[in-house]
């Protein structure tokens, strides 16, 4: 079965700093990784994913991901944060169970402070 | 394009009252989904339409019934609303049946059930 688990309710950064939110999963076979933002009252947006090729994967925005096979591990980052950056991420794989299925994590509230 | 559009904002139902929450999108998707979400635990699937004419049960289907009414629409129904249904509830679609697609976010609905 596939899952994924992201450790930290909520990550504090001062605005300039980097920023790193951190993601796990488990998935038989290959993972399809994904990252999403929710600002206040508003669906989900995609971020980036990884499906394969490069271990770092640019996205919008300015943010970046790691892809760690060996650490199963797939961490959202970006060199320099910024207040509006502030909001709900939630990281997700997506796999082959009876039907293509996304598993979302249960979300890392990121504050940005100036 | 408006993307992904879902009515109502918001409702607030009696215990027992049913209602139907409407989804559309016009970027000719032919995959739907309907998720709800709750504080602490991510995005739950519902409901999906892998393609036009088909559904299939998500994660937590028990007192929802769906119709794919057409390539475009996917309505998600309550028949006898429970206060265990309050919740956020999304509609997403994506192109196809392919794992590497991301998906795309409707505004969202707030449900009370009192």
């Known amino acids: 079965a596939q899952s994924v688990a992201q450790p930290e309710d909520q990550v504090n950064v001062a605005e300039g700093n980097p920023l790193t939110v951190k993601c796990t999963y488990s998935v038989s076979g290959n993972p399809y990784l994904f990252w999403y933002v929710q600002y206040p009252n508003r669906g989900l947006q995609f971020l980036l994913k990884y499906i394969t090729g490069d271990n770092l994967v640019k996205g919008s925005y300015g943010f970046e991901a790691e892809f760690n096979k060996s650490q199963t591990s797939f961490h959202l980052k970006k060199p320099s944060a910024l207040v509006s950056d502030s909001a709900l991420y939630f990281c997700?794989?997506?796999?082959?169970?009876?039907?293509?299925?996304?598993?979302f994590g249960a979300g890392t509230r990121l504050f940005v402070k100036a | 394009n408006a993307g992904v559009t879902q009515t109502p904002k918001f409702q607030v139902l009696k215990t027992g009252q049913s209602m139907t929450l409407q989804c559309a999108q016009d970027?000719?998707?032919?995959?739907m989904y309907w998720y709800r979400q709750d504080p602490g635990m991510g995005l739950r699937l519902i409901y999906y339409s892998a393609s036009e004419g088909t559904t299939d049960k998500g994660e937590v289907p028990n007192g929802y019934n769906v119709s794919r009414l057409n390539k475009r629409e996917f309505s998600l129904r309550l028949e006898s609303a429970a206060p265990s249904q309050t919740s956020v509830y999304f509609c997403?679609?994506?192109?196809?049946?392919?794992?590497?697609?991301?998906?795309?976010f409707g505004p969202g609905t707030r449900l009370t059930v009192t």
């Open positions: 970027m000719n998707h032919n995959s």
């Open positions: 997403a679609s994506n192109v196809g049946r392919e794992i590497s697609y991301e998906q795309y």
């Open positions: 997700a794989v997506r796999g082959y169970t009876g039907g293509f299925k996304t598993i």
